[in-house]
């Protein structure tokens, strides 16, 4: 495993949605992040990974960068003091334990969630972002590839994509379950990002009355007429709130909803607001409102989903296939530690090989020469066989230094690359 890859992460696990919302970092925020740490910071590699449940940098760098890089973080979001939100950060120093939380975190096992199949579309946009930024190099390009193939895997080899559980389904299913308590409920849905757009979905399965809307107004349309839902025009949002029972909002926008925009609305029975964003785009004092309840997305209950069960059962089985890739990653690294030694005994030999050629074909008839070259080209690559095939050994014995030494002496590997 690539020796200095790390991770900084800042999760619901430990910390309240309160606290993510402050740290939560837009895709412009981290374009801009990754470009500044690539010129600033000793950092080789870079990716960042913000959601609703989670904020983590992974990077590669020989030195211990993970405080500058959090302070870093403060900066750029603007806050004076960094040191108030220090505990809730997990650096993650061992390379092969930075590496396996990538992989668990990529295929939904540390989802809020379990097996949310949303964040390995998140993860895909990072890698995007990362790579744009020059930011991607060999180890993060050949572990995302790694990741992305076992996806592949865990959706043909367990049961553990199987059914619908995710934010967006375990949210439909709470707005099913408030619904039977009212007597003819309507429903909004506030933006249509990844989340909206598959809780669109979602809803659009069940027999209630559900309006979208969202700042473009194209995407509702479009949305509204694939899944027969009414579009409500955005610029109305305002005046409209009273007409609905249940609003879901996933709109990125911090207090977006607030409880002066619910001052004038004569509320009858119970209205209830569904919070699923980071930054909260639902104003927490809405809830001190006679007859608003207010659920936030940390309140999405796991076991809203049947499937959840099988997927909790199928976790064995992804873990098994995480721990296979892992040792694929773990091997090409290892592999790539003897690919400079590989290159030079080859650069020394064929060395060798040209300079016995030049002194023995001087007078040498061109039929000759062309037998002199191919004969002592297949006698190189035998030669070079051997050693590449027990250097590879030494790898997954976990001796390859060793061998290097050894034929760095043998061959004086090192004087030869700086002749060449």
């Given at each position: 495993?690539?020796?200095?890859?790390?991770?900084?992460?800042?999760?619901?696990?430990?910390?309240?949605?309160?606290?993510?919302?402050?740290?939560?970092?837009?895709?412009?925020?981290?374009?801009?992040?990754?470009?500044?740490?690539?010129?600033?910071?000793?950092?080789?590699?870079?990716?960042?990974?913000?959601?609703?449940?989670?904020?983590?940098?992974?990077?590669?760098?020989?030195?211990?960068?993970?405080?500058?890089?959090?302070?870093?973080?403060?900066?750029?979001?603007?806050?004076?003091?960094?040191?108030?939100?220090?505990?809730?950060?997990?650096?993650?120093?061992?390379?092969?334990?930075?590496?396996?939380?990538?992989f668990r975190v990529a295929l939904g096992l540390e989802a809020q969630v379990v097996g949310?199949?949303?964040?390995?579309?998140?993860?895909?946009?990072?890698?995007?972002?990362?790579?744009?930024?020059?930011?991607?190099?060999?180890?993060?390009?050949?572990?995302?590839?790694?990741?992305?193939?076992?996806?592949?895997?865990?959706?043909?080899?367990?049961?553990?994509?199987?059914?619908?559980?995710?934010?967006?389904?375990?949210?439909?299913?709470?707005?099913?379950?408030?619904?039977?308590?009212?007597?003819?409920?309507?429903?909004?849905?506030?933006?249509?990002?990844?989340?909206?757009?598959?809780?669109?979905?979602?809803?659009?399965?069940?027999?209630?009355?559900?309006?979208?809307?969202?700042?473009?107004?194209?995407?509702?349309?479009?949305?509204?007429?694939?899944?027969?839902?009414?579009?409500?025009?955005?610029?109305?949002?305002?005046?409209?709130?009273?007409?609905?029972?249940?609003?879901?909002?996933?709109?990125?926008?911090?207090?977006?909803?607030?409880?002066?925009?619910?001052?004038?609305?004569?509320?009858?029975?119970?209205?209830?607001?569904?919070?699923?964003?980071?930054?909260?785009?639902?104003?927490?004092?809405?809830?001190?409102?006679?007859?608003?309840?207010?659920?936030?997305?940390?309140?999405?209950?796991?076991?809203?989903?049947?499937?959840?069960?099988?997927?909790?059962?199928?976790?064995?089985?992804?873990?098994?296939?995480?721990?296979?890739?892992?040792?694929?990653?773990?091997?090409?690294?290892?592999?790539?530690?003897?690919?400079?030694?590989?290159?030079?005994?080859?650069?020394?030999l064929e060395q060798i090989r040209q300079d016995e050629l030049k002194k023995h074909l001087?007078?040498?008839?061109?039929?000759?020469?062309?037998?002199?070259?191919?004969?002592?080209?297949?006698?190189?690559?035998?030669?070079?066989?051997?050693?590449?095939?027990?250097?590879?050994?030494?790898?997954?014995?976990?001796?390859?230094?060793?061998?290097?030494?050894?034929?760095?002496?043998?061959?004086?590997?090192?004087?030869?690359?700086?002749?060449?």
């Amino acid at each position: 495993m690539q020796g200095d890859f790390k991770v900084i992460s800042l999760s619901y696990k430990n910390t309240p949605v309160e606290i993510r919302e402050v740290i939560a970092l837009d895709d412009n925020l981290i374009k801009s992040m990754l470009e500044e740490i690539r010129d600033l910071f000793p950092v080789s590699e870079a990716l960042i990974i913000s959601t609703c449940n989670r904020t983590e940098f992974y990077y590669s760098s020989e030195t211990e960068v993970a405080a500058q890089l959090i302070q870093f973080l403060g900066l750029k979001k603007g806050i004076a003091d960094m040191e108030q939100y220090m505990e809730h950060f997990q650096v993650i120093n061992d390379p092969e334990s930075a590496s396996e939380h990538l992989f668990r975190v990529a295929l939904g096992l540390e989802a809020q969630v379990v097996g949310d199949l949303q964040i390995i579309n998140q993860v895909k946009r990072a890698y995007q972002m990362s790579a744009d930024a020059q930011m991607a190099g060999p180890f993060l390009h050949r572990v995302l590839h790694t990741i992305f193939y076992a996806n592949k895997r865990v959706f043909q080899e367990t049961n553990f994509r199987n059914g619908a559980a995710s934010v967006s389904y375990a949210t439909s299913e709470l707005v099913k379950t408030l619904a039977e308590n009212l007597e003819t409920p309507k429903i909004l849905l506030l933006g249509l990002g990844e989340i909206g757009e598959d809780l669109a979905r979602h809803m659009a399965e069940t027999k209630l009355d559900v309006s979208i809307t969202n700042r473009t107004t194209e995407v509702a349309d479009k949305l509204g007429l694939e899944c027969q839902l009414n579009v409500l025009p955005f610029d109305q949002l305002d005046k409209s709130f009273n007409e609905f029972d249940v609003v879901i909002s996933s709109v990125a926008v911090r207090h977006f909803i607030n409880p002066e925009q619910l001052a004038n609305t004569e509320i009858k029975g119970i209205k209830y607001f569904v919070d699923l964003s980071i930054p909260r785009s639902i104003d927490p004092a809405i809830e001190d409102i006679k007859g608003v309840a207010l659920y936030n997305i940390d309140e999405i209950q796991n076991n809203a989903s049947a499937a959840l069960n099988k997927r909790l059962a199928a976790i064995p089985d992804v873990e098994a296939i995480i721990a296979d890739s892992l040792d694929d990653v773990n091997e090409w690294s290892m592999e790539m530690e003897v690919s400079p030694t590989i290159h030079k005994l080859k650069g020394a030999l064929e060395q060798i090989r040209q300079d016995e050629l030049k002194k023995h074909l001087k007078h040498a008839s061109p039929e000759m020469e062309a037998f002199a070259e191919k004969l002592s080209k297949s006698l190189t690559q035998k030669i070079m066989k051997l050693p590449v095939l027990q250097l590879k050994a030494a790898c997954k014995r976990g001796e390859a230094e060793t061998l290097i030494d050894i034929l760095n002496d043998l061959f004086d590997l090192e004087n030869q690359a700086v002749k060449k």
